[in-house]
Structures are given as structure tokens and as C-alpha cells.
T-cell receptor, first 109, second 112 residues
Framework: AQRVTQPEKLLSVFKGAPVELKCNYS??????LFWYVQYSRQRLQLLLR??SRESIKGFTADLNKGETSFHLKKPFAQEEDSAMYYC???????????FGTGTRLKVLA | DGGITQSPKYLFRKEGQNVTLSCEQN?????MYWYRQDPGQGLRLIYY???????QKGDIAEGYSVSREKKESFPLTVTSAQKNPTAFYLC???????????FGPGTRLTVT
């Protein structure tokens, strides 16, 4: 079955500390993976996608096909990074998207 | 102002009544989606439409219905058959397969 797993519901880190939000997926084909972010009182929006290999707001994510993971990382967390983060997968040849359950990141001062 | 709009922001209904949630986009996107967002469960796909006059069931379609008569519009009806309708509903659109999704602001439905 196609599935996206985000094992942490809540992740609290101190400002300036490294952050890693975990995302594992179950899919036998070639995945297209995304990280979406929802800041307080804002719409859900795309943070980054693996195919573009960009660093957005200091965040990066590397696709590890062997471990079927797409963890989101940032070396130094900022208070404004506090938000809800969702990992999503789009199977090949489809318009469908499968979201994980989300991780709430709290960056403490 | 471009993007996706959902109305209303808050909706209250009595149990046993059908209710329709509006979603409109002016991004010229072919694909549109409805998700339900519940605490601890993430986003669950209700229905999606790849093109006008065509739509597919998502993972939790029971108790919901949709229509796609115009490219810009994808209304969702929550029927009285939906056992647990109180939730936050998100609409989204996408311009191509496996491309970025753009989300609306959401509608919070409360059924009592």
C-alpha cells in the first residue's frame, strides 16, 4: 500500500539547534515527494520538492531510496520555523497525493 | 486577487442536513481536490478531479459527493450519510501531474 509516515507528532527544539523532521514512504515506483508547511493562521503551502533540489528558508531534504525516506533538515532552527509540516507523495502517472499525518515543530527561544 | 477561495470560513449545520462547501480557483488548473484535516490524522483525500466532468473517489469518499461542471469550481456536498462530518475541509488545485498543489484557506464545518 502507498503510505507516508511521519513518526513524530510534535518536535520541540531550541533556537539555533539542528532540526530533522522524519518522513518515510511506502511506494514501489519512482516517487515524487514534497514537504508542505502550514504556519499559524496561514494556508498550507509548498516548502520544497525533491525534484528541484532547492534549499528553501534554509531547509533541505534528500531522497534516500534505499531507506525510503525524505527527511527535512535545517542546521539552525529559527523561531519563525514553528509550524505544522506535512510530507506528501505523488505516485507515478497520477494526479493523486498522499499526505503524512504531520509533525508540529516548536522552536523554543 | 488570484488563487483558490473557499466559502464560507465557518459553517454550522444540524445533523441530518446536507451541506455544500464552495471551492473556486482562477489559476486555470485542471486538477482540483478535497481533503479533510483532522487533528492527528493529517490530510485525507475525499475526492479529486483531473478534468471537467470527471472525478475520482479518494480514500474517504463515503458520505460525500462532488461535481465538476466548470474548470474553476469543485463544490463538495457533505451528506447526512457522513457519520462524522465535523471537520476542517481543505480544497486544493494543481496544474499538472505530480506538481505543486495550491490550497484554499479552508472551511470549518460543525454539525450538531
Amino acid at each position: 500500500a502507498q503510505r507516508v509516515t511521519q513518526p513524530e507528532k510534535l518536535l520541540s527544539v531550541f533556537k539555533g539547534a539542528p532540526v530533522e523532521l522524519k518522513c518515510n514512504y511506502s511506494y514501489s515506483g519512482s516517487p515524487e515527494l514534497f514537504w508542505y508547511v502550514q504556519y499559524s493562521r496561514q494556508r498550507l503551502q509548498l516548502l520544497l520538492r525533491h525534484i528541484s533540489r532547492e534549499s528553501i528558508k534554509g531547509f533541505t531534504a534528500d531522497l534516500n531510496k534505499g531507506e525510503t525516506s525524505f527527511h527535512l533538515k535545517k542546521p539552525f532552527a529559527q523561531e519563525e520555523d514553528s509550524a505544522m509540516y506535512y510530507c506528501a507523495l505523488s505516485p507515478s502517472g497520477t494526479y493523486k497525493y498522499i499526505f503524512g499525518t504531520g509533525t508540529r515543530l516548536k522552536v523554543l527561544a | 486577487d488570484g488563487g483558490i477561495t473557499q466559502s464560507p470560513k465557518y459553517l454550522f449545520r444540524k445533523e441530518g442536513q446536507n451541506v455544500t462547501l464552495s471551492c473556486e480557483q482562477n489559476l486555470n488548473h485542471d486538477a482540483m481536490y478535497w481533503y479533510r484535516q483532522d487533528p492527528g490524522q493529517g490530510l485525507r483525500l475525499i475526492y479529486y478531479s483531473q478534468i471537467v466532468n470527471d472525478f475520482q473517489k479518494g480514500d474517504i469518499a463515503e458520505g460525500y459527493s462532488v461535481s465538476r461542471e466548470k474548470k474553476e469550481s469543485f463544490p463538495l456536498t457533505v451528506t447526512s450519510a457522513q457519520k462524522n462530518p465535523t471537520a476542517f475541509y481543505l480544497c486544493a488545485s494543481s496544474g499538472a501531474k505530480r506538481n505543486e498543489q495550491y490550497f484554499g484557506p479552508g472551511t470549518r464545518l460543525t454539525v450538531t
